[in-house]
């Protein structure tokens, strides 16, 4: 079996959404330093890198981390290529590329190529679904969708977008790096940090080939 991780991880000073508090990991302890070990510390929001939303984030007394559905974490998933020219992720593209009856889907956008440069920029212009494709989705029976951007929905639609997905109990598996990853089928298996009464959680990310 092949593992491939999909996961962008966590580094002091790393790409946040834009007003969110920059991301902290340092040291609170050092053996150099004359410790007896070496002890980290780490301050970060909970969209910083790959993780979960759940409806909590848009939804006001939406369900929140415990209540997260761990089936839908694990299992079939296929990975779609988004062609270059696709700006957004709409119905019409996605009634063009034969998915109706997948339960995880993640899109491979160009947007994947920011997580090769250590320290890349926000882009305002990254691919995702619109709220028609959301609405598609939901329709069609899926459980978890999942991109490489920072959000799963497009900047103007953002909260109208995560309102349809979110009020459905679809998944939502934001800011992945499948830049190196082939479309086609695998096996997602996705296992978030176990925080309590929280409206998103970071995770670890891996396909099994």
Same mark, same amino acid.
């Given at each position: ?64 981390? @415990? ?6 974490? !694990?299992?079939?998933?296929?990975? *779609?290529? %988004?062609? =270059?020219?696709? +700006? ?46 959301a609405g598609w989705l ?17 900047? @103007? ?6 309102? !349809?997905?979110?009020?459905?109990? *679809?998944? %939502?598996? =934001?800011?992945? +790096? ?8 695998y096996e997602l298996i ?20």
């Amino acid at each position: 079996m092949i593992y491939i991780d999909i996961t962008v991880g966590i580094k002091d000073g790393m790409l946040v959404w834009p007003g969110d508090k920059a991301v902290e990991v340092g040291w609170d302890a050092k053996i150099a330093d004359g410790h007896e070990s070496n002890v980290t510390y780490v301050r970060m929001g909970v969209h910083c890198g790959s993780h979960i939303d759940m409806p909590l984030h848009f939804i006001e007394g939406g369900k929140t981390t @415990e209540a997260l559905d761990l089936d839908a974490l !694990i299992g079939p998933v296929e990975v *779609v290529e %988004v062609p =270059e020219e696709i +700006n957004k992720i709409d119905r019409k593209f996605l009634e063009s590329i034969s998915i109706e009856n997948v339960k995880r889907v993640l899109f491979k956008t160009r947007t994947s190529r920011m997580w090769t440069q250590q320290y890349p920029q926000f882009d305002y212009e990254y691919v995702a679904l619109d709220a028609s494709g959301a609405g598609w989705l939901v329709e069609h029976g899926c459980r978890l969708v999942g991109v490489d951007a920072m959000a799963v929905i497009v900047m @103007e639609e953002i909260v109208k977008g995560h309102e !349809i997905l979110l009020g459905n109990d *679809v998944v %939502v598996l =934001e800011t992945l +790096n499948l830049g190196h990853v082939k479309p086609g089928t695998y096996e997602l298996i996705c296992l978030p940090l176990k925080l309590i009464d929280r409206e998103a959680t970071p995770v670890r990310a891996i396909l099994k080939v």
